[in-house]
T-cell receptor, first 114, second 110 residues
């Protein structure tokens, strides 16, 4: 069973702090990793993609990937109340060399307190 | 730029009634298309995906079906809705690796 695991939260951080969201996945051959942000009642919005080990930064967001540990994380610096949302981790798991489909975690709910 | 549309935005249907949800994509050609369902308090469940016109793969056996009559059109259907079909239905497209979601249809079966 191919799985993507996230803590459901809620994760509560004060405004201006760093929010750290974590995700583990079960399939060692996974090659593409994504973070989506979903506001209540809205559809998921892609905010980060990462394909190789290490860090990838985009504005206040940093995605970190460690394939050996099967772990991907998202850091949000200078958290704002507008960052309050559910964050979904998604992993593209390949089957026999052909592109597979995204497997989503159930999401971590982040609350940023003013 | 690419745009994805879904309609209707909300829908309330009685048990046993038919369903048709439509998704269209603009600004890209030959996209992969996907239908997901997100039930309350649960994760995203992939229902169908399509790599081309008339090519549909089903991930979960159920009373739903999908069709792709045109390159950028994806339709989700049911002949008879069940209470368990309630949820937030999301269409998505991808060209290479990244998937982008439409605004979704919130379906309530009563």
């Amino acid at each position: 069973q191919k799985e993507v695991e996230q803590n459901s939260g809620p994760l509560s951080v004060p405004e201006g702090a760093i929010a750290s969201l974590n995700c583990t996945y079960s399939d060692r051959v996974s090659q593409s990793f994504f973070w989506y942000r979903q506001y209540s009642g809205k559809s998921p919005e892609l905010i980060m993609s990462i394909y190789s080990n290490g860090d990838k930064e985009d504005g206040r967001f940093t995605a970190q990937l460690n394939k050996a540990s099967q772990y991907v994380s998202l850091l949000i610096r200078d958290s704002q109340p507008s960052d309050s949302a559910t964050y979904l981790c998604a992993v593209n798991m390949y089957y026999g060399g052909s592109q597979g489909n995204l497997i989503f975690g159930k999401g971590t709910k982040l609350s940023v307190k003013p | 730029s690419q745009t994805i549309h879904q309609w209707p935005a909300t829908l309330v249907q009685p048990v046993g009634s038919p369903l048709s949800l439509e998704c269209t994509v603009e600004g890209t050609s030959n996209p992969n298309l996907y239908w997901y369902r997100q039930a309350a308090g649960r994760g995203l469940q992939l229902l169908f995906y399509s790599v081309g016109i008339g090519q549909i793969s089903s991930e979960v056996p159920q009373n739903l079906s999908a069709s792709r009559p045109q390159d950028r059109q994806f339709i989700l259907s049911s002949k008879k809705l069940l209470l368990s079909d309630s949820g937030f239905y999301l269409c998505a497209w991808s060209s290479l690796h990244e998937q982008y979601f439409g605004p979704g249809t919130r379906l309530t079966v009563t």
